[in-house]
DNA sequence: CATCAACGTCGCACTACACAACTAGATCTA
DNA sequence: TAGATCTAGTTGTGTAGTGCGACGTTGATG
């Protein structure tokens, strides 16, 4: 069991270690669009538009957090809201073009950043790792 | 070059989607000790011992953030500061023994929510994640 | 119709963080 | 050795992200 346990703290302390800096990371990127500003925007772009509420249940954040979020993107111009005319006390959230615009942008070179991080690694250690990760977030989504 | 696009693509969306999570979980699990707290404190109890500016390089943060988190672990008593007799501008940090049994406390538990998330990883998967994890992160050290 | 639930907004409080100005101690240089 | 310079740490200020609770509006249910 004390080779199992060596990994587990391995892998919590790296995921820890990746997520102080993540944030800092994007913001010191990409100035314009926060980590959540962007994985908002990108989501609804992915899902050609959903509610605010859909977006707090999925990223677990607070109604409140994703109404400030929102409105910020709408402020700059990266997402518009249509009243759903079959339930009045919805929004459902678009992106416009100009944000579909900047998210490509900032896709693009987040993708590139990562490109240039992972330039070493072969083929199979990237789909290794793309997979463990996708498995471990979906664990954590399971057990909170 | 399509598939290692999607790899890349995935770890960046995957560990960006963690990012999100990491900070609200662990103040969940631990409102006594912050992610950053832990981690620092933790860093003491490994290093046995060492100066806020080597904490702020290691960690990439301010020396002020690393100076107010301090003073934080100090006031709770979980961190003690001994002036440097060589050189009095220098403060050796260290866990009192409250903070080591305390970190030692959400350590565990830390490990325990670890372990049940893993529960159904084999031992070789196990490792070669961490291993991922640990290239990945010197990795993004390096390029910043 | 009355009540309850759902959606979203706002006020408030708190944490984490960076940058810049500052104090104090150490080191280098002329 | 005096003054300039460098380094360690603190503090003031401002910003962003977040949750909680209260609220107004709208739909659903008895």
Chains 1, 2 share one sequence.
């Not at 109604?63 to 409105?71: E, L, M, P």
């Not at 100009?98 to 083929?123: I, P, Y």
């Amino acid at each position: 069991m004390a080779h199992r346990d060596d990994s587990v703290e391995t892998i919590q302390l790296e995921m820890t270690a990746f997520a102080r800096r993540a944030r800092a990371s994007a913001a010191r990127m990409h100035p314009e669009l926060s980590l959540v500003s962007y994985t908002l925007l990108a989501h609804l772009d992915d899902q050609q538009g959903c509610r605010a509420t859909d977006l707090a249940a999925h990223y677990l954040l607070d109604k409140s957090t994703v109404s400030r979020q929102i409105a910020a993107l709408e402020n700059l111009g990266f997402v518009e809201r249509r009243i759903d005319p079959d339930d009045h006390r919805v929004q459902v959230l678009h992106p416009t073009d100009k944000g579909a615009q900047v998210l490509a942008n900032v896709t693009a070179s987040r993708r590139q950043a990562f490109r240039e991080r992972l330039a070493d690694w072969n083929e199979d250690d990237l789909d290794r790792f793309a997979t463990y990760l996708q498995r471990y977030n979906a664990a954590q989504e399971r057990h909170g």
